[in-house]
């Protein structure tokens, strides 16, 4: 590409007797006011002026950002590198090998379907937690881990020989987003350009939501679905709207008894609040510089789930600390340095900057916090999460509730300012009605289970028994004070003679070896464990769904008996389903607070009021007492970590052990697709592909495949964790003859699109709204007589072979959640044509133009249920064809039709909202546009 360079820009920096070549963004008027995030964006599209999609224009219209406008100008953004785990990872190299076969096809050189920037893939998404709570638990989990997907490994091994700038850095080293901020994040990068060795910001998008961590390191990044993150590996610009930028002030500093998770959920809650979704959201202050970069990476983990693009932190002496600490070398620190302080992006606190909109927190009043059961903004201040529960529990057990006014209590538990919303009715009871388990205080349904496991334990179970408690996610174990303080708690707890409770899994899958290696030093590794919470893999986890399963006598219990059990984890994501099939309540926490419930080992618990237990002298030991001092903490973070502990962990990264090494690797420019496989199979995507695209078509005679409600998210579209044999895709491994125990994860069968397809929208907690009090992946078949009830894959087999379009009904953010490419490309490959939602989530929104499926919102103020849609109708949508003439319609008109004839119209926003993604959705999808145009040059 041909640098224009309209401003002059292009410049020398003298480092320690090392030259660069940099753009200043001093030669750009207004610059300097810019936001750090903007002023990151104002470099890129300097350094990639062409002249064609980006121009002088751009760079002028950035610089000159009004921070109170509402966003309308498009910029192309070219991120330096791709970061992928492999769950999503995978798809994308299957897709790439796809492509190179169906450029060959075109007449072009499969050759040229190659990264033009660096990509790289860390395998963590894989591990499950089978094995737990013994010491060989970490090396049978890696044992099965390769069983299961030696296949998907042995293709990964195929693609970073086959592919220029790919790395993949083996299973068992440690979680994408901690392994990017603790080895492969640069800050500042360099690459040799046109024999000069140029430095620019770091800046990257991932194939996970969570690419936001590195926000904290002031690396601006975010999280894309697979389709666009392989687009940008192939050279393409991002597409994005100049966005608006919330300024979040920091001051104060953290209490003691208060954790980072804490704060990072007293924020998440504020901001979803606030409401940020297409926003970058950027902290300044005073208070900035005592924010430690754990925390600072645990608050920017956290964006997707308060909805921001990007949660960034500037680049000051916490940042160089970090690199240092992290084994960095002393030419990069200081580069960054030199780099940020040359171009205006080093953090001042005295200087005003204006934002968009503007909050505040004073880290001094953040209180100890959970979240849940089934939402991460869902914040429960610690003291008053046992009513909570009780609340809660309401909306998942079926029993009468008894033994006293839940509504009193809970009056008594939230001051009427602040009591939270409920969608249960309060319904006061008393003692007189009896319940058929026995009697229960305060108004909670009492069931108590036995349970006998086969190594001999026995014990009760019921309603709110934490059944899993997981040290997991990149969010808290890449976070030093959260991890000790769970550490010396768990000491704490020891010497008190407190153990945990014998229904609950407990397990520690910390994002990298670092973790083990600073538990080992400091001494404390065996207290951890004598408490259950044994190393059980390095990898996303229990975060991700991969909690292995229960013991199986308590899984029996749980589903024989209906009862509403609950995960405590340290992650980010607590949706419905999610975690794992029997446990119906999930709760996000910090490290030290998932052991505290391992103690306690129900939610129904007062950590204030109830004793965890007896010591030696029978004296009652409370949470209080076994909470880790945090000038303790600071001093065995002192003591235990070091530069040396980084540089070992990271050494011969992508080199892998053993077994990694033992893998066959087949060879080749193409792959050799195996039929017989069920982990890679070639996609159908570019079958009977032309040079030039077919005209887009209006919709007519479309179905209703779903009608949901508000936030339903990706994890309900996409398919994630477990299944069984007698869903769609349990059937369809079976003819395969692959045995039960084989199946798997969906998430390792990501390369495979007919499971994934079989797969999409059978969330077992997804509600569909055209079957009445049925959860899970179901529908209801308009192709058949009255309508039956049927799977969705199967409806949708039955539909396509009709020739029926599909579409989908939604309500508020449709498709919040991760970054997840199967929830578009499932969904299209079910046949849907078009979604019409209230609002959506910014990465689905893109994702499903992507992938050819049209995006339409109702008029504001209306939904499904204002214009009376049941979603029995049958729909049209017309407009669509101006698309071909180059020009996108704001608005698109709907018709549905029901059984008796009734007409109901409205004109639909389209939002289709750049340019670049309107050639995406001519083209059939980003991929198809993408390949065209390597064939054609």
Request: contains cysteine.
């Amino acid at each position: 590409m041909s640098i224009v360079d309209s401003f002059g820009s292009k410049g020398k920096l003298n480092v320690a007797g090392a030259e660069y070549e940099i753009f200043r963004l001093n030669s750009v008027e207004g610059a300097e006011n810019l936001p750090f995030s903007l002023k990151v964006l104002l470099e890129n599209l300097l350094r990639t002026e062409d002249g064609a999609n980006i121009t002088a224009d751009h760079v002028r219209a950035l610089a000159g950002w009004d921070p109170n406008a509402e966003p309308d100008t498009e910029i192309q953004f070219t991120p330096a590198r791709v970061i992928m785990q492999d769950f999503t990872g995978v798809p994308c190299i299957v897709d790439l090998a796809t492509m190179r076969e169906a450029v060959k096809e075109l007449g072009g050189d499969p050759k040229r379907v190659n990264p033009l920037a660096p990509a790289e893939m860390v395998i963590d998404h894989s591990v499950q937690i089978d094995a737990f709570g013994n010491a060989g638990a970490l090396e049978r989990n890696m044992e099965i881990e390769y069983q299961r997907n030696g296949e998907r490994y042995q293709f990964l091994r195929w693609g970073q020989t086959a592919f220029d700038d790919f790395k993949v850095v083996p299973p068992g080293t440690g979680i994408v987003h901690q392994v990017n901020i603790e080895y492969l994040a640069r800050t500042v990068m360099t690459r040799e350009v046109d024999g000069a060795l140029r430095a620019y910001p770091d800046t990257c998008v991932g194939t996970d939501s969570h690419t936001t961590m590195v926000n904290g390191m002031g690396v601006l990044g975010w999280g894309v679905g697979g389709i666009e993150a392989e687009a940008a590996m192939l050279g393409q610009p991002v597409s994005m709207l100049i966005p608006r930028v919330v300024g979040f002030k920091l001051t104060g500093s953290i209490p003691a008894g208060a954790t980072a998770t804490d704060v990072v959920l007293t924020i998440t809650e504020q901001l979803r609040k606030h409401g940020v979704v297409g926003k970058f959201v950027e902290f300044y202050g005073e208070g900035v510089a005592a924010v430690p970069l754990a925390n600072r990476a645990t608050i920017g983990n956290m964006s997707p789930e308060f909805g921001s693009t990007a949660a960034m932190f500037p680049i000051d002496d916490v940042t160089l600390e970090y690199l240092r600490l992290t084994g960095r070398s002393d030419e990069n620190v200081a580069l960054v340095e030199s780099y940020a302080k040359e171009q205006g992006l080093w953090h001042d606190p005295s200087r005003e900057i204006k934002f968009s909109e503007y909050l505040e927190l004073d880290l001094s009043t953040v209180v100890p916090s959970i979240s849940g059961p089934k939402r991460p903004q869902d914040r429960i201040i610690l003291t008053e999460s046992k009513a909570q529960f009780r609340q809660d529990l309401r909306n998942y057990v079926k029993e009468e509730l008894v033994g006293g006014s839940v509504d009193e209590a809970l009056d008594e538990s939230f001051p009427a300012s602040d009591t939270p919303s409920f969608t249960a009715t309060k319904t006061h009871l008393t003692d007189e009605a009896p319940h058929p388990h026995g009697p229960s205080a305060n108004g909670r349904p009492n069931k108590k289970v036995s349970v006998k496991t086969a190594d001999g334990r026995e014990f009760e179970l019921d309603h709110g028994a934490v059944s899993i408690a997981s040290i997991t996610s990149c969010t808290n174990t890449s976070n030093p004070s959260v991890m000790l303080a769970a550490a010396l708690l768990a000491r704490n707890a020891v010497e008190k003679g407190l153990t945990s409770k014998p229904w609950v899994k407990t397990s520690v899958a910390p994002g990298s070896k670092v973790v083990t290696d600073y538990y080992n030093k400091s001494g404390l590794t065996p207290y951890l464990e004598k408490l259950g919470f044994f190393i059980v893999g390095y990898g996303c986890a229990t975060c991700i769904g991969n909690s292995g399963p229960l013991d199986a006598e308590i899984s029996e219990a749980i589903q024989a008996n209906d009862l509403s059990v609950a995960a405590v984890l340290s992650g980010n994501r607590n949706f419905e389903g999610r975690i794992n099939p029997d446990v119906k309540m999930n709760y996000l926490a910090s490290p030290p607070l998932v052991i505290a419930y391992a103690l306690a080992g129900t939610m129904d618990f007062d950590f204030e009021a109830d004793a965890l237990g007896q010591d030696e002298a029978g004296n009652d030991v409370f949470l209080k007492d076994i909470w880790p001092n945090p000038v303790e903490v600071q001093q065995v973070i002192d003591s235990s970590i070091d530069k040396e502990m980084f540089a070992r962990g990271y050494e011969g990264v992508f080199d892998g052990d053993e077994r990694w090494k033992a893998l066959d690797t087949p060879a080749g420019d193409t792959f050799a697709w195996d039929e017989d496989s069920t982990y890679v199979r070639k996609p159908p995507y570019f079958d009977g592909m032309q040079a030039t695209p077919d005209p887009v078509a209006d919709i007519s005679g479309a179905r209703v495949l779903l009608k949901l409600g508000d936030s339903v998210t990706t994890d309900h579209i996409s398919p994630a964790g477990s299944f069984k044999s007698d869903t769609p895709a349990g059937q369809y491994l079976l003819a395969k003859g692959v045995e039960r125990k084989d199946f798997n994860s969906y998430g390792s069968r990501r390369g495979n699109h007919e499971v994934m397809i079989r797969g999409t929208f059978a969330n077992i907690r997804i509600k569909n709204q055209l079957l009445d009090g049925v959860e899970g992946g179901f529908t209801r078949d308009f192709s058949q007589a009255d309508g039956p009830q049927a799977y969705v894959y199967d409806a949708a087999q039955n539909y396509q072979a009709a020739g029926t379009p599909l579409v989908v009904l939604a309500g508020k953010e449709y498709g919040s959640g991760s970054s997840r490419d199967w929830a578009a490309k499932g969904t299209a490959l079910l046949g849907v044509k078009a979604v019409v939602a209230e609002s959506y989530e910014r990465i689905h929104r893109s994702n499903l133009i992507g992938m050819g499926v049209l995006p339409l919102q109702y008029p504001a103020g209306e939904s499904a249920a204002s214009l009376g849609l049941t979603g029995t109708e049958t729909f049209a949508v017309e407009g669509v064809t101006a698309l071909n003439e180059g020009t996108t319609p704001k608005t698109l008109k709907v018709t549905a039709t029901a059984e008796d004839g009734t007409v109901t119209s409205f004109d639909a926003v389209l939002r289709i909202d750049t340019p670049g993604e309107a050639d995406y959705y001519r083209n059939g999808g980003i991929l198809q546009y993408v390949l065209r145009q390597i064939s054609a040059n």
